[in-house]
């Protein structure tokens, strides 16, 4: 195999020299971080009052964790680290009380993001003759501005085409030729099941490449969409608080995600004692990100369960791979690529005072997406045998679930008692998807 880098001296970079490179660029974050209060106060107490009291890497370790509650907390911008006119972009994520967590790019921040992302699509034999769809959501999601610049970076013809709407998405890919797109792994599934509806041929289409993540998936499901539509696909790892693409990526040896560590420090933790797990082991990924002035952010716990792969790349990248992400250690549903947590649910039934007490979130799988459902029981003014307000409750609870929560939810209204209570602690979500492993 004739691997292709982008940056070859970076990637290839030995380790020493690598290690060196993170200790600067660790500095540089943190005399970023001390003009945030959140991260002065935090540092402060672990003995870091200034840039230099880093003195190696091992001096990450007394900085505490950051969690995604940390993150809301400083909302809108107890994080913004440079002056708020140097700010060109910010992105989000949905968080558990619907405060979201604000990511801020000053230009430079943009550049690098930008030039990690085209490093990923370049490694997996992409060139500037390559068209390229990306069929995800664009806005607030980093999923589709981050791919645009990236995919532009490694001067590809770009076709914004978001998400959704698969007749118009084959309509573009058959006028002008696409050879690679970006999309969930379920949508790509989605995409197939489609195309043998409506009658397009795998011929018509010059598909060759498929970059798929935002939510796990399995080793076979991979297998299965490279079988069906004929092309490779490569695993796309990130996350908003880290960027969002760009963090982890496969080459073209697909035995794990390069994660680019001139570019982010990854720990694996065990998630009960906070103790790194022995080398090569499972747990929770903690990421620091070097590359982002506007917004710094230190040892974050991701809750996304992977662990280091071991021995060396073929391609001769010297950055350590991930495993594929099979899971959170928290309570994350991740539904077509969207991630909600089942508290925002209890948020908004809680707040419809027609509505019971009780209630169940269903997720399952209709084809190849998901699909979510929203049992809930019926207040006590509300009375099965009277259809009109039933209805009415029932398309309300839907209306403001789906502008909440950017879902288009199933509402089912059930009598009062109807839903299984548990006893002891609440079980409220019925995860009916096959398990990814
Ligand atoms: P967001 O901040 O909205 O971009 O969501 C990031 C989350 O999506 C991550 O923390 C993961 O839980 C999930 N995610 C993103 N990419 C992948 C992937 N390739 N495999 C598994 N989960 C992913
Ligand atoms: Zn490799």
């Known amino acids: 195999m004739n691997y292709q880098y982008w940056h070859p001296k970076m990637e290839t970079l030995p380790r020493a020299d690598l290690e060196a490179w993170q200790l ?28 230099d009291d880093i003195k190696s890497l091992e001096d990450l370790k007394r900085i505490p964790f950051t969690t995604k509650h940390d993150l809301r907390d400083a909302f809108p911008y107890g994080m913004l680290s440079v002056p708020r006119d140097e700010v060109i972009r910010l992105h989000a994520s949905s968080g558990t009380t619907g405060t979201p967590t604000t990511i801020y790019f000053n230009r430079e921040d943009i550049r690098r993001w930008s030039g990690f992302v085209a490093r990923c699509i370049y490694g997996t034999g992409c060139n500037k003759s390559d068209v390229f769809q990306n069929m995800i959501t664009y806005g607030l999601f980093t999923g589709g501005l981050g791919f ?47 195309m043998k509806e409506e009658g397009v041929s795998r011929d018509s289409l010059r598909l060759k490449r498929a970059f798929a993540g935002a939510e796990p998936y399995s080793e076979d499901t991979r297998r299965r969409i490279e079988e069906l ?82 021995g060396p790349c073929p391609c001769g990248r010297t950055h350590r791979r991930i495993r594929r992400i099979t899971g959170r250690t928290d309570d994350m549903l991740i539904i077509n690529g969207v991630n909600l947590f089942p508290s ?20 399952e799988k209709d084809g190849s997406l998901d699909r979510l459902t929203v049992k809930t029981e019926i207040g006590p003014d509300i009375f099965m045998d009277d259809s009109r ?16 929560i950017t879902i288009n939810p199933k509402v089912e209204l059930h009598e009062k008692g109807a839903l299984p209570v548990s006893e002891g602690k609440a079980k409220r979500v019925q995860d009916n998807r096959p398990k990814e492993v």
């Open 229 to 310: 539509l004929g092309i490779d696909v490569y695993n796309s790892y990130g996350l908003s608080e880290m960027n969002g693409p760009g963090v982890a990526f496969e080459c073209q040896a697909k035995n794990g995600l390069h994660l680019w560590e001139d570019g982010y420090i990854a720990e694996i933790i065990d998630p009960e004692t906070l103790e790194p797990v022995p080398e090569g082991e499972t747990g929770e990924l903690v990421l620091t990100i070097l590359c982002r002035e506007a917004t710094p952010i230190l040892r974050y716990r991701t809750r996304d369960i992977s662990g280091f792969s071991t």
């Open 148 to 194: 645009h610049a990236g995919g532009e970076e490694v001067g590809m013809l770009v076709i914004p085409s978001g998400a959704g709407n698969t007749t118009r998405q084959f309509k573009l890919m058959q006028d002008f030729g696409t050879t690679v797109v970006h999309a969930t792994p379920s949508f790509l599934l989605h995409v197939e099941s489609r």
């Open 389 to 404: 307000p039933l209805n009415a409750l029932r398309e309300k609870i839907r209306k403001t679930l789906q502008a909440s």
């Open 24 to 51: 600067a660029r660790l500095k540089d974050t943190a005399a970023y971080a001390l003009r945030t209060p959140f991260y002065k106060e935090r540092l402060t107490r672990a003995g870091i009052r200034e840039a």
């Open 344 to 363: 925002q649910i209890e948020e908004v039934i809680m707040g419809i005072k027609e509505a019971g007490n009780n209630y169940l979130i269903v997720v």
